[in-house]
Protein backbone atom coordinates (compact mmCIF):
# COMPACT_ATOMS: atom_id res chain seq x y z
CA UNK A 1 0.00 0.00 0.00
CA UNK A 2 1.25 3.25 -0.87
CA UNK A 3 2.44 5.36 2.11
CA UNK A 4 -0.08 8.24 0.91
CA UNK A 5 -2.81 6.22 1.37
CA UNK A 6 -2.55 5.83 5.15
CA UNK A 7 -3.41 8.28 7.65
CA UNK A 8 -2.34 9.19 10.91
CA UNK A 9 -4.42 11.14 13.97
CA UNK A 10 -2.29 14.26 13.86
CA UNK A 11 -3.20 15.15 10.14
CA UNK A 12 -6.42 15.87 11.69
CA UNK A 13 -5.73 18.22 14.53
CA UNK A 14 -2.81 19.98 13.13
CA UNK A 15 -4.92 23.22 12.55
CA UNK A 16 -6.35 23.11 15.97
CA UNK A 17 -4.15 25.03 18.46
CA UNK A 18 -5.40 23.66 21.20
CA UNK A 19 -5.42 20.70 20.61
CA UNK A 20 -1.61 20.70 19.47
CA UNK A 21 -0.90 22.33 22.95
CA UNK A 22 -2.19 19.92 24.84
CA UNK A 23 -1.02 16.91 22.93
CA UNK A 24 2.27 17.84 20.93
CA UNK A 25 3.28 20.77 23.40
CA UNK A 26 2.04 19.55 26.96
CA UNK A 27 2.08 15.94 25.99
CA UNK A 28 -0.63 15.23 28.36
CA UNK A 29 -2.72 12.34 28.19
CA UNK A 30 -6.67 12.50 27.53
CA UNK A 31 -7.65 10.85 30.86
CA UNK A 32 -5.81 13.98 32.55
CA UNK A 33 -6.88 16.41 30.14
CA UNK A 34 -10.91 15.44 30.88
CA UNK A 35 -10.13 15.05 34.38
CA UNK A 36 -8.72 18.39 34.82
CA UNK A 37 -11.75 20.27 32.81
CA UNK A 38 -14.43 18.17 35.35
CA UNK A 39 -12.70 19.51 38.29
CA UNK A 40 -12.36 23.14 36.60
CA UNK A 41 -16.38 23.03 36.14
CA UNK A 42 -16.83 21.59 39.45
CA UNK A 43 -15.07 24.50 41.22
CA UNK A 44 -16.82 26.94 38.78
CA UNK A 45 -19.97 25.42 39.23
CA UNK A 46 -19.99 24.82 43.22
CA UNK A 47 -16.52 25.94 44.37
CA UNK A 48 -17.25 29.56 43.53
CA UNK A 49 -20.65 30.17 44.90
CA UNK A 50 -19.50 27.77 47.84
CA UNK A 51 -17.23 31.27 48.91
CA UNK A 52 -20.17 33.38 48.88
CA UNK A 53 -22.56 31.59 50.90
CA UNK A 54 -24.82 30.62 47.96
CA UNK A 55 -26.07 27.14 47.54
CA UNK A 56 -28.18 25.35 44.67
CA UNK A 57 -31.43 24.33 44.83
CA UNK A 58 -32.35 20.68 43.51
CA UNK A 59 -32.74 20.97 40.10
CA UNK A 60 -29.82 23.51 40.16
CA UNK A 61 -27.54 20.75 41.56
CA UNK A 62 -28.63 18.20 39.39
CA UNK A 63 -28.08 20.39 36.39
CA UNK A 64 -24.34 20.95 37.78
CA UNK A 65 -23.69 17.74 38.19
CA UNK A 66 -24.41 16.98 34.68
CA UNK A 67 -22.60 19.36 33.38
CA UNK A 68 -19.56 18.71 35.33
CA UNK A 69 -19.59 14.89 35.27
CA UNK A 70 -21.75 14.55 31.79
CA UNK A 71 -21.43 16.71 29.29
CA UNK A 72 -17.98 18.64 29.45
CA UNK A 73 -16.24 15.35 30.13
CA UNK A 74 -18.01 13.52 27.12
CA UNK A 75 -17.81 16.27 24.94
CA UNK A 76 -13.57 16.31 25.63
CA UNK A 77 -13.93 12.70 24.90
CA UNK A 78 -15.61 13.27 21.81
CA UNK A 79 -13.31 15.67 20.81
CA UNK A 80 -9.79 14.26 21.72
CA UNK A 81 -10.64 10.71 19.99
CA UNK A 82 -12.20 12.00 16.85
CA UNK A 83 -8.81 12.68 15.15
CA UNK A 84 -7.94 8.99 15.84
CA UNK A 85 -11.36 7.88 14.50
CA UNK A 86 -10.49 9.10 10.96
CA UNK A 87 -7.72 7.68 10.56
CA UNK A 88 -8.75 4.40 11.45
CA UNK A 89 -11.82 4.20 9.64
CA UNK A 90 -10.60 5.17 6.52
CA UNK A 91 -7.33 2.92 7.04
CA UNK A 92 -9.74 -0.25 8.01
CA UNK A 93 -12.00 0.29 4.90
CA UNK A 94 -8.10 0.20 2.72
CA UNK A 95 -6.50 -2.55 4.48
CA UNK A 96 -9.99 -4.49 4.33
CA UNK A 97 -9.38 -4.15 0.50
CA UNK A 98 -12.89 -2.91 0.21
CA UNK A 99 -12.19 -0.07 -2.21
CA UNK A 100 -12.81 -0.76 -5.93
CA UNK A 101 -12.85 1.48 -8.91
CA UNK A 102 -13.86 4.64 -9.01
CA UNK A 103 -17.66 5.33 -10.88
CA UNK A 104 -17.33 7.04 -13.84
CA UNK A 105 -20.64 8.35 -13.97
CA UNK A 106 -20.40 9.96 -10.43
CA UNK A 107 -18.41 13.22 -10.15
CA UNK A 108 -15.94 13.01 -7.50
CA UNK A 109 -12.06 12.43 -6.18
CA UNK A 110 -10.15 11.04 -9.32
CA UNK A 111 -8.24 8.68 -6.82
CA UNK A 112 -8.67 7.35 -3.29
CA UNK A 113 -5.60 9.10 -2.42
CA UNK A 114 -7.20 12.37 -4.05
CA UNK A 115 -9.86 11.69 -1.76
CA UNK A 116 -7.89 11.47 1.15
CA UNK A 117 -5.86 14.26 0.46
CA UNK A 118 -9.17 16.32 0.50
CA UNK A 119 -10.30 15.28 3.54
CA UNK A 120 -6.93 16.26 5.49
CA UNK A 121 -7.16 19.92 4.16
CA UNK A 122 -10.50 19.98 5.46
CA UNK A 123 -10.46 19.29 8.36
CA UNK A 124 -7.60 21.49 8.83
CA UNK A 125 -9.34 24.85 7.10
CA UNK A 126 -8.87 27.95 9.63
CA UNK A 127 -12.02 29.04 9.17
CA UNK A 128 -12.96 26.60 11.67
CA UNK A 129 -10.49 27.58 14.24
CA UNK A 130 -12.17 31.11 13.81
CA UNK A 131 -15.87 29.44 14.96
CA UNK A 132 -14.43 27.96 17.33
CA UNK A 133 -13.24 30.64 18.94
CA UNK A 134 -16.67 32.27 18.00
CA UNK A 135 -18.79 30.02 19.97
CA UNK A 136 -17.06 30.43 23.30
CA UNK A 137 -17.18 34.90 22.68
CA UNK A 138 -21.16 34.17 21.81
CA UNK A 139 -21.47 32.59 25.14
CA UNK A 140 -19.00 35.74 26.90
CA UNK A 141 -21.88 37.91 26.01
CA UNK A 142 -24.43 35.98 26.43
CA UNK A 143 -23.77 35.47 30.02
CA UNK A 144 -22.27 38.78 30.56
CA UNK A 145 -25.24 40.35 29.35
CA UNK A 146 -28.46 38.06 30.08
CA UNK A 147 -29.97 37.64 33.52
CA UNK A 148 -29.82 34.08 33.21
CA UNK A 149 -33.39 32.95 35.76
CA UNK A 150 -32.87 29.69 38.08
CA UNK A 151 -29.35 29.58 37.91
CA UNK A 152 -26.68 30.64 41.12
CA UNK A 153 -25.12 33.00 39.07
CA UNK A 154 -27.94 34.95 39.37
CA UNK A 155 -28.05 34.89 43.35
CA UNK A 156 -26.16 37.24 45.94
CA UNK A 157 -24.56 40.39 45.59
CA UNK A 158 -23.46 41.82 41.81
CA UNK A 159 -19.89 40.66 42.98
CA UNK A 160 -20.96 37.15 43.57
CA UNK A 161 -22.70 37.34 40.78
CA UNK A 162 -19.85 38.42 38.18
CA UNK A 163 -17.25 36.31 40.26
CA UNK A 164 -19.94 32.83 39.10
CA UNK A 165 -20.33 34.21 35.92
CA UNK A 166 -16.73 35.03 35.25
CA UNK A 167 -15.86 31.29 36.45
CA UNK A 168 -18.12 29.77 34.55
CA UNK A 169 -17.25 31.38 31.72
CA UNK A 170 -13.50 30.13 32.26
CA UNK A 171 -14.65 26.84 32.79
CA UNK A 172 -16.91 26.07 29.73
CA UNK A 173 -14.80 28.12 26.95
CA UNK A 174 -12.68 25.18 26.44
CA UNK A 175 -15.85 22.37 26.10
CA UNK A 176 -17.21 24.96 23.59
CA UNK A 177 -14.21 25.12 21.76
CA UNK A 178 -14.27 21.15 21.58
CA UNK A 179 -18.21 20.81 20.85
CA UNK A 180 -17.60 23.09 17.85
CA UNK A 181 -14.84 21.40 16.41
CA UNK A 182 -16.67 17.91 16.96
CA UNK A 183 -19.48 18.55 15.32
CA UNK A 184 -17.43 19.88 12.30
CA UNK A 185 -15.34 17.26 12.40
CA UNK A 186 -18.12 14.65 12.59
CA UNK A 187 -19.69 16.21 9.71
CA UNK A 188 -16.80 16.07 7.90
CA UNK A 189 -16.13 12.46 8.45
CA UNK A 190 -19.94 12.02 7.21
CA UNK A 191 -19.15 13.99 4.20
CA UNK A 192 -16.57 11.72 3.08
CA UNK A 193 -17.72 8.78 4.22
CA UNK A 194 -20.75 9.22 1.86
CA UNK A 195 -18.54 10.61 -0.59
CA UNK A 196 -16.57 7.82 -0.98
CA UNK A 197 -19.41 5.20 -1.28
CA UNK A 198 -20.92 7.49 -3.66
CA UNK A 199 -17.28 7.69 -5.68
CA UNK A 200 -16.00 4.13 -5.26
CA UNK A 201 -17.67 0.79 -5.51
CA UNK A 202 -17.11 -1.15 -2.80
CA UNK A 203 -16.01 -4.77 -2.43
CA UNK A 204 -17.77 -6.82 0.17
CA UNK A 205 -16.09 -9.88 1.62
CA UNK A 206 -19.10 -12.37 2.55
CA UNK A 207 -16.85 -14.40 4.97
CA UNK A 208 -14.87 -11.47 6.82
CA UNK A 209 -14.56 -12.22 10.22
CA UNK A 210 -16.06 -8.96 11.55
CA UNK A 211 -19.43 -10.44 10.46
CA UNK A 212 -20.37 -7.14 8.10
CA UNK A 213 -18.30 -7.80 5.14
CA UNK A 214 -15.37 -5.87 6.62
CA UNK A 215 -17.41 -2.96 7.21
CA UNK A 216 -17.84 -3.54 10.78
CA UNK A 217 -15.72 -0.29 11.88
CA UNK A 218 -18.77 1.77 10.09
CA UNK A 219 -20.95 -0.17 12.75
CA UNK A 220 -18.80 0.36 15.48
CA UNK A 221 -18.56 3.81 14.45
CA UNK A 222 -22.51 4.34 13.91
CA UNK A 223 -23.26 2.56 17.41
CA UNK A 224 -20.69 4.63 19.68
CA UNK A 225 -21.52 7.90 17.95
CA UNK A 226 -25.41 7.70 18.36
CA UNK A 227 -25.08 6.19 21.46
CA UNK A 228 -23.22 9.73 22.29
CA UNK A 229 -26.11 11.57 20.64
CA UNK A 230 -28.72 9.78 22.26
CA UNK A 231 -27.13 10.71 25.71
CA UNK A 232 -26.68 14.74 24.76
CA UNK A 233 -30.75 14.47 23.80
CA UNK A 234 -31.58 12.55 26.84
CA UNK A 235 -29.34 15.26 28.73
CA UNK A 236 -31.14 18.17 27.39
CA UNK A 237 -34.37 16.75 27.86
CA UNK A 238 -33.56 16.10 31.70
CA UNK A 239 -32.16 19.61 32.05
CA UNK A 240 -35.36 21.29 29.99
CA UNK A 241 -37.83 19.26 32.16
CA UNK A 242 -35.85 20.49 35.61
CA UNK A 243 -36.15 23.95 34.46
CA UNK A 244 -39.75 23.74 33.57
CA UNK A 245 -40.19 22.33 37.28
CA UNK A 246 -38.74 25.16 38.49
CA UNK A 247 -41.07 26.96 36.37
CA UNK A 248 -38.07 28.41 33.97
CA UNK A 249 -38.41 28.75 29.98
CA UNK A 250 -35.51 25.95 29.13
CA UNK A 251 -35.52 27.81 25.66
CA UNK A 252 -33.75 31.00 27.70
CA UNK A 253 -30.75 28.52 28.17
CA UNK A 254 -27.80 28.96 25.56
CA UNK A 255 -26.54 25.27 27.17
CA UNK A 256 -30.01 23.72 26.41
CA UNK A 257 -30.51 25.00 23.02
CA UNK A 258 -27.14 23.75 22.30
CA UNK A 259 -27.38 20.47 23.58
CA UNK A 260 -30.76 19.74 21.88
CA UNK A 261 -30.04 21.13 18.58
CA UNK A 262 -26.85 18.96 18.44
CA UNK A 263 -28.62 15.88 19.23
CA UNK A 264 -31.11 17.20 16.34
CA UNK A 265 -29.12 17.94 13.79
CA UNK A 266 -26.47 14.88 14.77
CA UNK A 267 -28.70 11.81 14.58
CA UNK A 268 -30.46 11.83 11.74
CA UNK A 269 -27.34 12.84 9.96
CA UNK A 270 -25.57 10.18 11.79
CA UNK A 271 -27.80 7.28 10.63
CA UNK A 272 -28.13 8.18 6.93
CA UNK A 273 -24.19 8.66 7.13
CA UNK A 274 -23.28 5.61 8.73
CA UNK A 275 -26.12 3.14 8.20
CA UNK A 276 -28.06 3.90 5.10
CA UNK A 277 -25.59 4.87 2.82
CA UNK A 278 -23.57 1.89 3.58
CA UNK A 279 -25.72 -0.28 3.37
CA UNK A 280 -26.92 0.58 -0.25
CA UNK A 281 -23.62 0.53 -1.14
CA UNK A 282 -23.63 -3.23 0.31
CA UNK A 283 -26.55 -4.11 -1.29
CA UNK A 284 -25.03 -3.31 -4.42
CA UNK A 285 -21.86 -5.11 -4.07
CA UNK A 286 -24.23 -8.22 -3.95
CA UNK A 287 -26.24 -7.28 -6.52
CA UNK A 288 -23.74 -6.94 -8.99
CA UNK A 289 -22.92 -10.72 -7.99
CA UNK A 290 -26.29 -12.04 -8.10
CA UNK A 291 -26.46 -10.19 -11.74
CA UNK A 292 -24.23 -12.70 -13.29
CA UNK A 293 -26.36 -15.37 -11.83
CA UNK A 294 -29.03 -13.91 -13.12
CA UNK A 295 -28.13 -13.12 -16.18
CA UNK A 296 -26.76 -16.98 -17.11
CA UNK A 297 -29.94 -18.30 -15.61
CA UNK A 298 -32.30 -16.40 -17.99
CA UNK A 299 -29.47 -17.63 -21.18
CA UNK A 300 -30.22 -21.16 -19.48
CA UNK A 301 -33.99 -20.37 -19.63
CA UNK A 302 -33.17 -19.55 -23.60
CA UNK A 303 -30.94 -22.42 -24.39
CA UNK A 304 -33.16 -25.39 -22.84
CA UNK A 305 -36.06 -24.20 -23.70
CA UNK A 306 -38.07 -27.93 -24.60
CA UNK A 307 -39.62 -28.46 -27.86
CA UNK A 308 -41.12 -31.22 -29.25
CA UNK A 309 -37.79 -32.48 -30.69
CA UNK A 310 -36.39 -32.60 -26.59
CA UNK A 311 -36.66 -36.08 -25.16
CA UNK A 312 -37.13 -36.41 -21.09
CA UNK A 313 -34.10 -36.62 -20.19
CA UNK A 314 -32.65 -33.84 -21.72
CA UNK A 315 -35.26 -31.64 -19.91
CA UNK A 316 -34.41 -32.75 -16.77
CA UNK A 317 -30.53 -31.82 -17.74
CA UNK A 318 -31.88 -28.54 -18.07
CA UNK A 319 -33.87 -28.24 -15.25
CA UNK A 320 -31.17 -29.79 -12.94
CA UNK A 321 -28.75 -26.96 -14.16
CA UNK A 322 -31.43 -24.40 -13.51
CA UNK A 323 -32.02 -25.49 -10.19
CA UNK A 324 -28.35 -25.26 -9.52
CA UNK A 325 -28.14 -21.87 -10.49
CA UNK A 326 -31.18 -20.94 -8.75
CA UNK A 327 -29.57 -22.63 -5.50
CA UNK A 328 -26.67 -20.75 -6.18
CA UNK A 329 -27.92 -17.44 -6.32
CA UNK A 330 -30.12 -17.88 -3.05
CA UNK A 331 -27.35 -19.12 -1.15
CA UNK A 332 -24.68 -16.23 -2.08
CA UNK A 333 -28.07 -13.29 -1.50
CA UNK A 334 -28.05 -15.16 2.14
CA UNK A 335 -24.41 -15.15 2.64
CA UNK A 336 -23.68 -10.94 1.54
CA UNK A 337 -24.56 -9.00 4.63
CA UNK A 338 -25.93 -5.76 3.35
CA UNK A 339 -25.70 -4.00 6.59
CA UNK A 340 -22.60 -2.43 8.75
CA UNK A 341 -24.10 -3.72 11.75
CA UNK A 342 -26.44 -6.66 12.77
CA UNK A 343 -29.90 -5.56 11.81
CA UNK A 344 -31.65 -6.28 15.42
CA UNK A 345 -28.94 -4.20 16.64
CA UNK A 346 -29.84 -1.29 13.85
CA UNK A 347 -33.11 -1.59 14.74
CA UNK A 348 -32.46 -1.14 18.29
CA UNK A 349 -30.21 2.10 17.88
CA UNK A 350 -33.04 3.63 15.37
CA UNK A 351 -35.60 2.98 18.76
CA UNK A 352 -33.31 4.16 21.34
CA UNK A 353 -31.86 7.15 19.15
CA UNK A 354 -35.51 8.40 18.81
CA UNK A 355 -36.31 8.19 22.84
CA UNK A 356 -35.31 11.80 23.29
CA UNK A 357 -37.48 13.17 21.15
CA UNK A 358 -40.32 11.22 21.80
CA UNK A 359 -40.26 12.13 25.60
CA UNK A 360 -39.83 15.83 24.76
CA UNK A 361 -42.82 15.49 22.50
CA UNK A 362 -45.03 13.76 25.19
CA UNK A 363 -43.47 15.83 28.05
CA UNK A 364 -44.72 18.66 26.32
CA UNK A 365 -47.94 17.09 25.38
CA UNK A 366 -49.22 16.01 28.58
CA UNK A 367 -50.04 19.65 30.25
CA UNK A 368 -52.28 20.26 27.58
CA UNK A 369 -53.81 17.16 27.66
CA UNK A 370 -54.32 17.52 31.49
CA UNK A 371 -55.66 20.88 30.68
CA UNK A 372 -57.80 19.27 27.76
CA UNK A 373 -59.22 17.13 30.00
CA UNK A 374 -59.87 19.28 33.28
CA UNK A 375 -62.15 21.47 30.60
CA UNK A 376 -63.81 18.60 29.22
CA UNK A 377 -64.77 16.64 32.81
CA UNK A 378 -65.83 19.73 34.51
CA UNK A 379 -69.07 20.52 35.94
CA UNK A 380 -71.36 23.48 34.71
Known sequence: MNDVDRLTDRQFYKGDPLLVLLRDRLRLEDGWIIAGSA???????????????????????????????????????????????FDDVFNALRDNHLIGGRREEVAGPESYAALLKALVFQANRRVWVVGALGLPAVYWIYRLGTHVSGDTTAVGSPEAQLAQRLAVLIAYSPGLYSVFFSVVRLLIALVFTVRLFRSFTIQVNPLHPDGSGGLAVIGRLLLVSVLIATAIGATAVVMSLLQLSSGLNPLWRMETLLLGAIYVLLTPLLLFG???????????????????????????????????????????????????????????????????????VSRGLVATSILPFLSTVISGLIPSVQEALQRLFKGP
Open 39 to 85: LLTAAAVFGVPALFGIHANLPQLIVGLLETFLIIPLGLLIYLSLPNV
Open 274 to 344: WLWTPHRAMQEARDRVLKSLADEFWQSIQRTMPSAQDDAAGVKVGTERLDEIKRRYDFLRDSFPVWPIQGF
